[in-house]
């Protein structure tokens, strides 16, 4: 009869699973994030199209690069009127700084990025990178219930070596092959 675990067996295992599992799922997730990163770039402009945003950003951007044009004069001109020091010391605060907390075009554009950011998951998902990186994390979950639910090592490590076996990792690892350190 076997013996059950102790807490720090069960930490064990549970930390090797992790050891095994996270550095294949951190490499699919770069991939998954390289292909959303240049998929992002490309849905963007067809989105704001497909919806009818690009005529309002591109109305936006005119908008405030006037706008920004009109700040710049307003701003020279009442700097070039306040010649008196008493007038410089009363200049309006807007007129020593840049401030601006309204809407501008990078909310706009920022927000349908997140959109077609959506869109783009979406697809990852039915992709190879997608597919890998759901099987990975179904796998290591597995595992982990696996170690949770497991009453002996004896068998947590055999239901391990089956349920590894599926992502081409070994869980037993056969260390006959290894040579020996010469002294």
């Not at 013996?3 to 050891?19: A, G, N, P, S, W």
Request: proline share 1%.
């Amino acid at each position: 009869m076997s013996k059950t675990m102790t807490k720090y067996q069960l930490e064990h295992f549970r930390d090797k699973v992790k050891r095994h599992f996270n550095p294949l799922i951190e490499e699919q997730e770069l991939l998954v994030k390289q292909y959303r990163t240049e998929a992002t770039k490309k849905i963007v402009g067809r989105l704001a199209k497909k919806m009818g945003a690009d005529k309002i950003l591109t109305a936006f951007k005119n908008a405030e690069e006037e706008l920004k044009r009109v700040r710049e004069d307003a701003k020279t001109f009442f700097i070039k009127k306040a010649k008196s020091e008493d007038r410089k010391e009363k200049l309006n605060y807007n007129f020593t700084r840049d401030s601006d907390d309204k809407i501008s075009l990078s909310d706009c554009e920022e927000q349908l990025r997140e959109w077609a950011k959506d869109l783009v998951d979406r697809e990852i998902r039915r992709r190879p990178e997608g597919k890998m990186l759901n099987q990975l994390e179904s796998v290591k979950t597995k595992a982990l219930d696996t170690v949770m639910e497991s009453g002996s090592s004896d068998d947590l490590i055999k239901a391990l070596e089956l349920c590894t076996k599926k992502i081409g990792i070994s869980w037993v690892v056969d260390t006959s092959n290894i040579k020996q350190i010469s002294a």
